[in-house]
């Protein structure tokens, strides 16, 4: 049979539903993939999403004789445009077979599209931004990945590399064994912080006023965030949304706020992996899916502190790592053995320097690739 490559749009639900399920096939062989559930890609996929009122999205399917072998999203993020200062688009939710032409026609469908917009770089993967799960994994293939990281096959590096695209910037994972974390060292250091810091203190989320909690957390993280590379502030509507998928999962003692006398100052959200559970639930959470849920659910030995942050006046002085110290204890009391932080961006030295400092070793590696869209290519 003759070999042809067709990209198409995706246009209907018929078309959305291949999209979302095609790296079921893609990964079936793979011990390390975690399925998603199909409802939450629906959700995040949706025009009605809260990203989408402030950005753009167009889904396009590789065929080959009529068979799926790859998957793209281009994406353009108003709000990321404006605070940047950058016609920068994005591609996501990228998945393909070992074949760099389905590679590269996928990423030349985006950059098209992209440019006929009036875009002038394209970075990625983002799916769909730097507020979710972003980064292609280039290092760590020998686990599976923690709750919102991303996955995807070793060879991914090479397709994208093929089709022109160069490192932007890398994201680190760190990972905090109980067995190597050094509880001893780490209590001299929470003192030292509190007689140099005696108005900070920590509490714990109050899930009954958590409207009034959100707020905190909308200030602090779209001020303390502001400088770091790819950021773009979250809309409430988006911090609501994140935090109505969160709440289900979240653990309150695992939810902290720091405070200098009553001025909340910083907050660090952790959630159990609650991928071990959806390894088993194969995309689905019905009745049986429950079950599974609540089962497996025990059987969660690591946390990820997928959350940080701290006002600019504050930073550096001690409540960063107060946040992760206590946070690490309080998981190794509720039965916890692991802990993940990520991500941490390549050019954060002081955060890198202090995790590893708690015992962390960095055991994966992301990347965002970026490439000009010149309107010659």
């Known amino acids: 049979m003759a070999r042809e490559i067709r990209i198409i749009e995706v246009k209907d639900q018929k078309d959305l539903i291949s999209f979302i399920r095609f790296p079921w096939t893609l990964y079936k062989e793979d011990p390390f993939w975690v399925p998603p559930l199909v409802k939450d890609q629906l959700q995040k996929l949706s025009p009605y999403h809260p990203f989408r009122s402030h950005a753009e999205m167009k889904l396009f399917i590789a065929l080959q004789n009529g068979r799926i072998v790859g998957r793209i999203a281009g994406i353009i993020d108003h709000h990321y445009v404006q605070f940047q200062g950058e016609k920068v688009g994005f591609f996501g939710f990228f998945e393909s077979t070992r074949d760099s032409e389905v590679g590269e026609r996928l990423f030349n469908q985006v950059k098209s599209w992209l440019k006929s917009q009036g875009m002038e770089k394209m970075i990625g993967p983002m799916n769909p931004s730097t507020n979710d799960e972003c980064g292609l994994l280039i290092e760590g293939f020998d686990s599976a990945p923690c709750l919102m990281m991303p996955y995807n096959p070793p060879y991914y590096p090479d397709l994208l590399e093929e089709s022109g695209l160069k490192k932007a910037m890398d994201l680190y994972a760190y990972l905090l064994e109980k067995d190597s974390f050094r509880l001893d060292r780490l209590d001299r250091i929470t003192e030292r912080i509190k007689r140099s810091e005696p108005?900070?203190?920590?509490?714990?989320?109050?899930?009954?006023?958590?409207?009034?909690?959100?707020?905190?957390?909308?200030?602090?993280?779209?001020?303390?965030?502001?400088?770091?590379?790819?950021?773009?502030?979250?809309?409430?509507?988006?911090?609501?949304?994140?935090?109505?998928?969160?709440?289900?999962?979240?653990?309150?003692?695992?939810?902290?706020?720091?405070?200098?006398?009553?001025?909340?100052?910083?907050?660090?959200?952790?959630?159990?992996?609650?991928?071990?559970?959806?390894?088993?639930?194969?995309?689905?959470?019905?009745?049986?899916?429950?079950?599974?849920?609540?089962?497996?659910?025990?059987?969660?030995?690591?946390?990820?502190?997928?959350?940080?942050?701290?006002?600019?006046?504050?930073?550096?002085?001690?409540?960063?790592?107060?946040?992760?110290i206590e946070t690490f204890k309080r998981g190794i009391q509720k039965g916890y053995?692991?802990?993940?932080?990520?991500?941490?961006?390549?050019?954060?030295?002081?955060?890198?320097?202090?995790?590893?400092?708690?015992?962390?070793?960095?055991?994966?590696?992301?990347?965002?690739?970026?490439?000009?869209?010149?309107?010659?290519?």
């Open 337 to 377: 053995q692991e802990a993940e932080c990520s991500w941490i961006l390549e050019s954060n030295l002081l955060m890198q320097h202090g995790i590893e400092a708690m015992g962390g070793k960095r055991y994966k590696t992301y990347r965002i690739y970026e490439t000009p869209l010149s309107p010659f290519q």
């Open 199 to 324: 108005n900070l203190s920590l509490r714990t989320v109050r899930m009954r006023d958590l409207n009034e909690e959100l707020k905190i957390i909308k200030e602090i993280y779209n001020q303390a965030w502001s400088r770091n590379w790819g950021f773009v502030p979250m809309t409430e509507e988006e911090i609501d949304e994140m935090a109505k998928n969160l709440k289900p999962l979240a653990v309150p003692d695992l939810v902290l706020f720091a405070y200098w006398k009553d001025e909340p100052v910083g907050f660090s959200v952790a959630l159990p992996d609650y991928n071990v559970v959806l390894k088993h639930l194969n995309g689905k959470l019905g009745l049986l899916g429950l079950l599974k849920f609540f089962y497996y659910s025990r059987k969660i030995k690591k946390i990820r502190v997928l959350l940080l942050g701290v006002k600019k006046e504050f930073q550096k002085r001690g409540v960063e790592g107060l946040l992760y």
